[in-house]
């Protein structure tokens, strides 16, 4: 029980990244896959920060005219920091996609994978 | 800019020459050309210089904005990497300058956004490459990636639909080797693969980097395209235009297997791979099922490029085969075949774009009387076909001669039986299509007229091939010194 | 066939809000070391200002601001400007990207140099972030010939 409950939010990051999965593989529709691999990649964006967080910590800002700065009362700026590469990196994956599929759609009409696959033969 | 600035170099020119070439193709369209052709040479000097710096005086570490090493990127270059540096520089030189007769038959009024590309999937497989922190490696790796999803689109008949298949394979692979890196620094709290090397050999009893090191594993065996997946890679690569898959072909996934030796060699300690875990021994059954998979799904291909993207799936199973022996021998096999493969294969696709360029369909049976039309390229079709096969003196021969050695070692009769029985499957599949253009007269019935003269290929693809054939040939008989020279100290100092 | 239906009511709102929607993603870039924000997230703001234009607008009213080949230019000036800043430490001696050197050529010391640097770069990343999203929304929204938004 300890197990579940303690833990509650890796088992709702890997439930998020199974349904984004899930979608990626067995979704017919082109545009269902692409939203699954959203998915996938928010859920480890979303595991990743929040390995960062700590209970009572603040956020990683320092103010103006601070003397003392104690490193252990402010959450961990770096995964943050890696996340948003990785956000970028979403963003850019997603774009190229939605261009490639556009492309797809010129061609065939269609965006459904098998009749794409009986159109290409 | 003194000399020790030799390794960031190397990443930024092609960077931002990319982006220049943006800027100067809407002035001058004829202009992007020449300015690729200089950074990459640009690239391939900086990277002898660099390897000849290595070798002479140790590794290089080069810090990035001047923060030292576990808070700051540091680009490490040692044996290894100045080796793989070498091979990726050169070999997209030498193909940078065939894409522009490529480029113009297939797609003229994209050729500035394709240099820009072409530049940005060099600067991406450099920098995985150089650098020596994991995060940035996935960085580098997913601007590899993306232009390349990019660049393979850029083909017809089929091109979008391989492309995004190949995209969200990748981007899956890619996922996972960022979990792996995720759970490491959970673990270390460091992304730096020098010092992880450090702390990792205290942790290695705990679940997080028994379960980072599976991630990291199965993300580089999605993008090495090893076997149970390496779906992406037949698709991809035969939709793909000539001029790109002559460069992605031969790189990608070498780059890929030298991301898999790092992580697995460098960053943890080689006895948790080869000892701890069965993973060498996972690895060496499915670099069996790669190679003969590979081997034996080629000989029912009718279309060239198609049975050579087969091909390289066998190969990638050469090189997962000798890390995974786990012995000095092994080893040696798999990273000489680094170079080799890189340059058989960058041949042989080579071979597929003139023949393309000049007209001539892919399908083998079509390929009649092509020793007469086009001498030379032929010529080095047959000499990379030998080197596949693994004939002395070309390179094939000493990176299998090591691999053989490398399965003696560790008494392994079923990986030995299987690289000779490649021998052979790879034979018939070379010889195959040697027949068809040697051997059978162009005049029988089935061939058909064509509207334009079919002659030996243009300049500026005819001398790359050339250079290329004359590597296979000659390196093979410079094996020695190279693993003298330079792949003995590459080698951690584990294997005795 | 979509009939576009231009809204008085949407057209004025939007007409008044856009600028200063620009100005926040300005100050979103110039804050991102103090506040939450930078170059990334300034420059989607202020991509997504142009888009709203080619919402609540004809698309031919943002092709009169932003042309493809400005477009394109900004494009190329913005990962221009983030590398030519660590060129320009490299030359001044550090390593790259050392913001430290820039003492030399800007007025300040050098801890307040890095301060600046980091402030150079997220510009130029403020500019090719915008410059992407509104290519990006381009090219899907009007299969690349510009006839209607």
């Known amino acids: 029980m300890e197990l579940i409950i303690g833990k509650y939010n890796y088992w709702i990051y890997i439930s998020l990244m199974m349904i984004g999965f899930y979608a990626m593989i067995a979704k017919k529709n082109l545009v269902k896959k692409l939203i699954g691999m959203n998915i996938f990649q928010t859920s480890i964006i979303l595991f990743f920060i929040s390995t960062g967080s700590k209970i009572g910590g603040t956020i990683p800002i320092v103010e103006q005219g601070a003397q003392v700065i104690e490193a252990g009362q402010y959450i961990n700026p770096l995964p943050h920091v890696l996340m948003l590469t990785a956000i970028v990196v979403m963003v850019s994956t997603f774009g190229v996609a939605l261009a490639l599929l556009w492309m797809i759609y010129r061609k065939y009409h269609t965006l459904e994978e098998d009749e794409i696959l009986r159109l290409r033969r | 800019m003194n000399e020790i600035s030799f390794p960031i170099l190397i990443i930024v020119v092609p960077l931002i020459s990319a982006f220049f070439i943006i800027l100067v193709g809407l002035l001058r369209r004829d202009l992007c050309y020449p300015l690729m052709i200089l950074t990459l040479s640009f690239s391939t000097l900086s990277s002898i210089s660099v390897l000849k710096e290595v070798l002479w005086g140790g590794t290089i570490h080069y810090r990035l904005g001047g923060w030292l090493p576990p808070w700051g990127i540091e680009y490490v270059i040692d044996p290894l990497n100045g080796f793989v540096l070498l091979i990726v520089s050169a070999i997209s030189l030498l193909i940078g300058i065939t894409s522009k007769r490529m480029v113009e038959r297939e797609f003229p009024e994209k050729a500035t956004f394709f240099y820009c590309l072409f530049l940005l999937q060099v600067t991406g497989l450099l920098g995985i490459v150089v650098t020596g922190d994991l995060f940035n490696l996935y960085v580098f790796l997913e601007i590899a990636s993306i232009a390349g999803y990019a660049l393979i689109a850029l083909g017809e008949d089929g091109a979008p639909f391989a492309s995004f298949n190949y995209m969200i394979y990748g981007t899956v692979g890619a996922c996972f080797y960022l979990l792996g890196v995720g759970y490491l620094y959970i673990a270390t709290g460091s992304l730096n693969m020098a010092d992880l090397a450090q702390i990792l050999p205290s942790l290695l009893s705990s679940k997080v980097v028994l379960i980072a090191f599976a991630f990291f594993m199965v993300g580089i065996a999605i993008k090495m395209a090893l076997f149970p997946l390496h779906v992406w890679l037949p698709d991809a690569y035969t939709y793909a235009p000539s001029a790109v898959s002559s460069l992605v072909a031969p790189l990608t996934t070498k780059v890929g297997a030298y991301v898999m030796i790092r992580v697995a060699l460098t960053v943890f300690p080689p006895a948790f791979f080869i000892e701890t875990l069965p993973a060498a021994l996972m690895l060496r059954w499915i670099a069996n099922g790669a190679i003969l998979f590979g081997c034996i799904l080629a000989l029912a291909q009718k279309d060239l490029k198609r049975m050579l993207g087969y091909v390289l799936i066998a190969e990638i199973g050469y090189i997962a085969l000798g890390v995974g022996f786990g012995n000095r021998n092994g080893l040696t096999g798999a990273i000489l075949h680094i170079l080799n493969d890189a340059l058989m294969m960058a041949c042989l696709f080579l071979f597929v774009g003139a023949i393309t360029y000049q007209g001539w369909p892919r399908k083998m049976d079509q390929l009649r009387g092509l020793h007469r039309k086009m001498p030379l390229t032929a010529a080095a079709f047959v000499i990379a076909g030998l080197s596949v096969i693994g004939v002395p003196p070309t390179c094939g021969f000493f990176s299998k001669w090591y691999l053989v050695l490398g399965a003696i070692d560790s008494k392994e009769w079923l990986s030995m039986a299987i690289l000779l029985a490649s021998s052979l499957f790879n034979a018939i599949l070379f010889f195959r299509v040697i027949e068809k253009a040697y051997f059978e007269s162009g005049k029988e019935h089935g061939m058909v007229q064509r509207t334009m003269e079919i002659k030996e290929s243009p300049l500026t693809i005819l001398l790359p091939l050339l250079v290329l054939t004359a590597g296979v040939l000659s390196l093979g008989l410079f094996s020695g010194k190279i693993i003298s020279g330079i792949i003995r100290f590459a080698i951690p100092v584990y294997f005795k | ?149």
């Open chain 3, 1 to 149: 066939m979509i009939t576009h239906f231009y809204d008085v009511i949407i057209q004025t709102v939007c007409r008044l809000l856009i600028p200063f929607i620009q100005v926040y993603g300005l100050y979103v870039i110039a804050h991102g070391h103090s506040s939450p924000g930078g170059g990334f997230q300034g420059g989607v703001i202020l991509g997504a200002s142009f888009i709203l234009l080619c919402l609540s607008h004809d698309l031919q009213e943002m092709r009169k601001r932003l042309t493809r080949r400005t477009i394109l230019i900004f494009c190329s000036l913005g990962v221009t400007i983030y590398a030519g800043i660590g060129f320009v430490c490299l030359l001044l001696g550090g390593n790259y990207l050392d913001y430290g050197r820039l003492h030399r050529i800007l007025p300040v010391d050098s801890v307040a140099a890095r301060s600046l640097g980091i402030f150079g770069i997220e510009v130029g990343v403020g500019i090719t972030v915008m410059a992407v999203m509104v290519s990006i929304f381009l090219d899907l929204a009007s299969e690349e010939k510009v006839r209607e938004g």
